[in-house]
């Protein structure tokens, strides 16, 4: 990856005050790369709104570099992965307990720049495709979409220099196609999934379960108890995990699904009836106007 030849990494003090926020790449540099002692450092990349799944990937990062290393959370709200059906400003924008949030679980730059600091040129004319990996499922529905990640993924890389970069699994297809990209285009970076963050009814947290009603909450739960259905007959093979997923969705009121797809994590097509070992079993629906999607990660036998 860029720059890594060219720039040591400092040597961290232990932070004793606030995290350090900055708008710009000259202002994050000067305060993720201080002095020129090499320390192991990671990102976690959002896009804003924080709650406790952001918190553990952060934390997971401090756990990884260590207490020398440097943590550098980014809050950025990226046009390019927004349909034009989609929540772009309805998103919700909370940096100052983003902030808070960010530093109370061990991070030390925040880096929340505006659109024209990271698309300068305007809107850029040279993007990052997903190809086959990022046109289905979730693709399908956002077409686009994970062009969009990607392309601000790979500037935020280049931005921010890590050795490690963290990411959810609850985004799965998400986490697989930010994988590809980094080991077809050979960028220097580990990438690393977090497991899903849930409330304790099991609804996995996400930034958009903020506009649920408490009536569209608990009918959210659906989601969750369709995935631990088809989770709990995993040794029963693919059918078996399909049918009881699918048993506890067909009557769900107020959720017009989406999609339910068990996925080979390799390639993230739908698994063929015979298959087995890891997989992903996935699903996306509306509850009300909310758009939720959630996973668990299965072994098929």
């Known amino acids: 990856?860029?720059?890594?030849?060219?720039?040591?990494?400092?040597?961290?003090?232990?932070?004793?005050?606030?995290?350090?926020?900055?708008?710009?790449?000259?202002?994050?540099?000067?305060a993720f790369w201080p002095d020129e002692q090499?320390?192991?450092n990671a990102v976690v990349m959002t896009m804003g709104a924080l709650h406790e799944g952001h918190a553990a990937l952060i934390r997971a990062a401090r756990k990884q570099v260590g207490r020398e290393g440097r943590v550098a959370v980014t809050v950025f709200v990226n046009p390019l992965q927004f349909g034009p059906s989609e929540d772009l400003e309805r998103y919700p924008r909370t940096l100052d307990d983003d902030v808070r949030l960010a530093e109370d679980n061990g991070a030390d730059v925040v880096f929340a720049p505006s659109v024209e600091e990271v698309y300068p040129n305007g809107e850029p004319q040279v993007?990052?495709?997903?190809g086959p990996m990022g046109e289905r499922f979730?693709?399908?529905?956002?077409?686009?979409?994970?062009?969009?990640?990607?392309?601000?993924?790979?500037?935020?890389?280049?931005?921010?220099?890590?050795?490690?970069?963290?990411?959810?699994?609850?985004?799965?297809?998400?986490?697989?196609?930010?994988?590809?990209?980094?080991?077809?285009?050979?960028?220097d970076v580990e990438i690393v999934g977090v497991p899903t963050v849930r409330e304790e009814d099991g609804l996995a947290l996400s930034s958009r379960n903020r506009y649920l009603s408490e009536e569209e909450r608990t009918r959210a739960l659906a989601l969750s108890?369709?995935?631990?259905?088809?989770?709990?007959?995993?040794?029963?093979?693919?059918?078996?995990?399909?049918?009881?997923?699918?048993?506890?969705?067909?009557?769900?009121?107020?959720?017009?699904?989406?999609?339910?797809?068990?996925?080979d994590p390799h390639d993230f097509t739908e698994a063929a009836d015979d298959f087995q070992g890891e997989a992903v079993l996935a699903v996306a629906a509306k509850v009300g106007s909310t758009r939720l999607i959630d996973n668990v990660r299965i072994i098929v036998r």
């Open 38 to 40: 090499p320390v192991d």
């Open 138 to 187: 979730e693709g399908a529905t956002r077409p686009g979409h994970f062009d969009g990640v990607l392309t601000v993924v790979a500037k935020l890389l280049h931005i921010t220099d890590p050795d490690f970069a963290f990411f959810g699994e609850k985004d799965a297809q998400q986490l697989a196609v930010i994988q590809r990209m980094v080991a077809d285009l050979d960028f």
């Open 127 to 130: 993007r990052l495709a997903a």
């Open 1 to 30: 990856m860029a720059g890594k030849a060219q720039r040591s990494k400092p040597q961290r003090t232990p932070k004793v005050h606030r995290a350090v926020v900055t708008r710009t790449v000259d202002d994050f540099e000067a």
């Open 225 to 263: 108890k369709a995935l631990f259905a088809g989770r709990d007959v995993a040794a029963q093979g693919p059918k078996a995990v399909r049918e009881a997923a699918s048993a506890v969705l067909d009557g769900a009121e107020g959720v017009t699904l989406d999609y339910l797809a068990l996925i």
